[in-house]
């Protein structure tokens, strides 16, 4: 028995065999289609993927079948799903090495991308218990916050959050935020010898503001980082960064011993 | 003169003050109210905060104060969103040093945490172009999926998905992996000298069958790791490891030289 062709392909697409069988499951052979479209530009990013139904016409099979193909590329992190409106592709995602501590600027622009920051705001805060903890005040102490939407290839990628004592908050927005990191004003302007950071990594939801800053659904994943600056073995930059979860990733190597 | 109670508190609780004349606005003292109840208990983990318009008429300010200050505690971690059902409080979040390579059980033994593994599935499955390159084969190679549902303290954790060489997954599932990581297994039983790990973290949304597994509504975000582990500096440990996102953290400490 030869292989039994079991639906046709969405129009404007290369033709697939998809057969009930072959030794491979109907939804992989499907995942694999479907991946091949993505990675070869036929799908391309942040294009919206057939919905399910033209998926179960297109293959003949059924929505489950369709739904575990879609639940392993999301897995992957190549395709997003927006909800009530479907699975759109996810782009290529930028990574930022953890194995030393730099700006994103910094960290990014050896690879050739573009960075910018928006200030959003600079002002004048309570501390709150978390913030005067990490920076050795008192809880309700003033401190100084910079808000920053962080763009990456003129697309935003992040809002950072970041707090600093009065002093040098004051002094830092009267530099050049835009375009540079404040990791290198603090260091090569300020003449602050910065030694290490103390860094958490957890996944949230996007709440309204980050969502619309970032331009992506409310309750999209984001990677929150929580990252105090020492410079001299001394807390001096409390922040908080909020990267799109479509957009970014961290890589490591982590040694056994 | 003196501070005007806005509104009452929820019954049951501590009486707080909220003022429109102080210097601080609104959200924010709404925000450490609620920092407080959730920090001290009144609002324990899990727990579903009091409805927006129940915190409008408690605190007498608008809804749009009220979720300010929800939102800052979202993004810090403290409370999580479910969609059309409200917002509840998120537990301590347990966390792994990324400082070194270690095996889930192993990470959280020494800070008292039980762990334990439910082997969701043991099979051949054919190498994706992803799991080949990674384990230098050629896709559709046999390999050994091994899938674990993860415990900590008897809650699900995370789902762990790992790829083997044909031998060496049916050599592993030989051993106990419901109290063992396949690590210590790696090296102890079976004489592998892991060297080090090859790490990415992202964000995203859980799919239908993780957010199952896992005890938590679907899109909610995860922290997802691809990790390649090499013995003597070959690939033997392919993984994609799926943290819930309202339940676990990594750290760890960056030099900036």
Redesign the interface.
């Known amino acids: 028995m030869s292989p039994v062709r079991k639906g046709i392909v969405p129009p404007g697409q290369a033709k697939d065999d998809v057969t009930a069988i072959s030794p ?1 499951p109907l939804h ?1 052979q499907i ?2 289609i479907l ?1 091949r479209r993505i990675l070869d530009g036929s799908y391309p990013p942040h294009s919206q993927m057939p919905s399910e139904s033209q998926m179960m016409a297109a293959f003949g099979v059924s929505r489950i079948t369709i ?1 575990q193909a ?2 392993d590329l ?4 190549l395709i ?2 927006v ?1 009530g409106k479907g699975s759109f592709v996810a782009k290529p ?1 930028a ?1 930022q090495s ?4 730099q700006g994103f600027g910094e960290a990014m622009a050896p690879s050739g991308y573009e960075t910018y920051s928006l200030l959003l705001s600079a002002r004048e ?2 501390a ?3 913030v005067a903890q990490r920076l050795e005040l008192r809880p309700g102490d003033a401190v100084f916050e910079i808000q920053r939407l962080r763009y990456l290839n003129r697309e935003p990628i992040s809002v950072d959050v970041s707090y600093f004592s009065m002093a040098l908050g004051q002094r830092l927005v009267q530099e050049d935020l835009a375009a540079r990191d404040i990791f290198v004003i603090l260091e090569n302007d300020l003449g602050h010898n ?12 996007a ?4 969502a619309r800053h970032l331009g992506i659904a409310e ?6 980082i929580e990252r105090l600056t020492f410079a001299d073995e001394r807390p001096i930059d409390f922040e ?1 960064l ?2 799109r ?1 479509d957009a ?10």
Chains 1, 2 share one sequence.
């Open positions: 491979v992989t995942r694999e991946r739904r879609l639940g999301q897995k992957e992190g997003f799903k909800m995602k990574f953890l194995s030393k501590l805060v309570e709150s218990q978390l910065l030694t290490h950071a103390d860094v958490q990594i957890e996944a949230i939801s709440d309204e503001s980050l309750a999209s994943p984001l990677l929150r908080f909020y990267y979860g970014f990733q961290y890589r490591l190597r982590i040694d056994r011993s």
